[in-house]
């Protein structure tokens, strides 16, 4: 059967992104920020995924304010990156795996989480730069992707005790699959930051390391600011990994652009 193997926190500042697309990963400010996730790059190539479930928030590319479902599920088998108003990021095409995500859906569904299914769909920075930290500039993406996309940017967002309990159920899904597939689950975004008002450039690092530390629900918007309430995709990640699952890699910097760059590595003990 499949069985998911890890599960990877990650920030998806588009900073990260355009750093990396326009060669600046050794300039002092980006250095710092692209080394931490040396160690992940040659983890995850050890490991050696069949398929990464993505979970990942949509800045308004493949949905707009006319219609944002709260949960929607990549069930294509390909991705193309969007053009998120400066052109696509200069990556590949995500490959899809179509037959396990429509698997993963018609579970879920069943087990009453009301997912919707999109059979087209381009995906912005929120999923191409944990990718990008995660296995470098590559000419194919080593393994296929399952996008998983969360409403955080218009109210209401889901709850974090509904993204918990919809990653519990995506691990029933995984393991229900007959196929032998590994597979990693990334909760992506975050951590604290406001992009807008008159907290913008808000930054609280106890908050996120308290996050970290526990990856628990607590009062997003007010700790880590408007935009913090991405950190609820984290949890969808570490609602699907049951409790043999422990933390073997963590970093943590500031600032990059405007907001902070965590990064989290869990696996069986």
């Avoid at 996309?149 to 995506?170: D, K």
Wanted: hydrophobic share 45%; with cysteine.
């Amino acid at each position: 059967m499949a069985k998911i193997v890890a599960g990877v926190g990650c920030s998806h500042v588009p900073a990260i992104g355009a750093a990396l697309d326009l060669g600046k990963t050794e300039d002092p400010y980006w250095q710092r920020v692209f080394s931490g996730f040396e160690h992940s790059k040659q983890w995850i190539k050890d490991l050696k995924p069949d398929v990464a479930i993505v979970v990942f928030n949509d800045h308004a590319t493949a949905f707009s304010v006319d219609m944002i479902p709260t949960f929607a599920l990549g069930c294509a088998d390909e991705f193309p990156p969007a053009d998120e108003g400066w052109g696509p990021r200069p990556v590949p095409v995500v490959r899809g795996h179509a037959e396990f995500a429509s698997h993963i859906a018609q579970f879920v569904i069943l087990d009453e989480f009301d997912l919707t299914v999109v059979n087209r769909m381009e995906v912005d920075h929120g999923l191409t730069v944990p990718l990008s930290l995660m296995f470098g500039k590559v000419d194919r993406w080593p393994c296929r992707v399952v996008p998983l996309a969360v409403n955080v940017v218009m109210f209401p967002p889901p709850t974090g005790r509904r993204c918990y309990a919809l990653g519990q159920a995506i691990q029933k899904a995984v393991e229900s699959y007959p196929e032998d597939l590994r597979v990693v689950i990334f909760g992506t975004g975050g951590l604290s930051h406001q992009i807008s008002g008159p907290r913008a450039g808000l930054i609280n690092s106890a908050w996120d390391k308290s996050f970290l530390d526990g990856l628990t629900n607590v009062e997003y918007m007010r700790e880590a600011g408007a935009e913090g309430i991405e950190m609820v995709m984290w949890l969808i990640m570490r609602g699907a990994l049951d409790d043999t699952f422990q933390e073997t890699y963590r970093f943590y910097t500031v600032p990059a652009s405007n907001t902070a760059v965590g990064h989290i590595i869990l696996e069986p003990r």
